[in-house]
């Protein structure tokens, strides 16, 4: 028998697209003869998976795993994409989409990190996506991925438009990251409600520090030419532009929104509310927002205006 090398098992990645164990199987089942390797794998369905990569990818889950560590907690959310969202129903899927994010858990890095990472101690995450494409037949994509571990302190967690007995998977999911002393319990909640409020209002930093001082001036720009056309002077066309600079943190920075449940409280308030009724001081230190193909092949999450009342009603 050749010998299987991992130039000879790269090779047939990139030519079939298939995942690296599947490759190796391939070669050893063929005496590592690479034609008769992809015939094997084509005869398998496996192959299919590389055929599917140039279909896009928008529709899926985003799912989300959390852990208690003692004092503290970690927490990871992910999104896997697939054409339809059929394909979010179905229950090999759904099941997939959980151990990715149960993987994620203990992986520090990046979404490649995730994808190289082993599920359970077997196939990796990637590996095991390639399977089910060839199984369910549609093209996937594992995306993007977060994680947060925080000591001590909690994680709190929220899924908008969770599937039907899952529900640590659907179209929206939030991780916000607070440290403290404090009960844990009481911790946790208030990070469940500003993950509530951020599925909402979808912010874009969590602070005024945070945000992309690109952003900023593009706002600061506009504002300056609005206010010279008023034809105010100077002096009161600059005050304009810094009082809708305030307006703009306002809308876009978590911590200095009104919260969707208590529009007469920032969430900055709400944090500091707590800290006194804990008697220890309360700090978010993260968040995580993944919408369901934001950015893909349509845009963002959706339109929530209408569905604000919904999303704190009882939720």
Not at 60 to 77: F, Y
Not at 153 to 171: D, F, K, N, Q, S
Request: glycine letters at 10%; hydrophobic letters at 45%; aromatic letters at 4%.
């Amino acid at each position: 028998m050749a010998d299987i090398t991992a130039a000879l098992v790269k090779a047939l990645r990139e030519k079939s697209g298939v995942g690296m164990m599947d490759c190796k199987k391939a070669l050893q089942e063929t005496g590592g003869e690479m034609e008769a390797a992809i015939d094997w794998l084509r005869a398998k369905g496996l192959s299919k998976a590389a055929k599917k990569a140039d279909r896009v990818a928008a529709e899926g889950v985003v799912a989300l795993a959390t852990r208690s560590d003692g004092a503290g907690m970690t927490a990871a959310v992910i999104e896997l994409n697939a054409e339809t969202d059929f394909v979010a129903r179905n229950e090999s899927f759904q099941n997939v989409a959980r151990k990715v994010a149960e993987t994620a858990l203990d992986v520090e890095g990046d979404v490649a990190a995730v994808r190289a990472a082993q599920v359970n101690g077997g196939a990796t995450v990637e590996e095991t996506i390639t399977n089910l494409v060839a199984t369910i037949g549609e093209n996937m994509l594992l995306r993007r991925s977060q994680r947060f571990t925080v000591s001590p302190g909690a994680i709190g967690a929220y899924v908008h438009g969770a599937l039907a007995g899952a529900p640590e998977l659907g179209r929206i999911g939030v991780l916000v990251a607070v440290e403290g002393t404090g009960d844990q319990t009481v911790l946790k909640e208030l990070g469940r409600s500003i993950a509530l409020h951020a599925a909402a209002t979808a912010p874009l930093s969590l602070s005024v520090d945070d945000l992309d001082p690109a952003a900023v001036e593009r706002e600061r720009a506009i504002f300056t030419e609005q206010a010279i056309a008023s034809g105010k002077p100077a002096a009161v066309a600059e005050k304009m532009v810094e009082g809708r600079i305030r307006k703009f943190y306002e809308e876009a920075v978590l911590l200095k929104q009104s919260y969707v449940r208590n529009p007469d409280q920032t969430i900055e308030q709400l944090v500091a509310e707590t800290a006194k009724a804990l008697g220890s001081p309360v700090t978010v230190k993260a968040f995580a927002r993944f919408a369901l193909g934001e950015g893909v092949d349509k845009g963002g999450g959706g339109d929530f205006a209408a569905e604000v009342a919904a999303m704190t009603a009882g939720a």
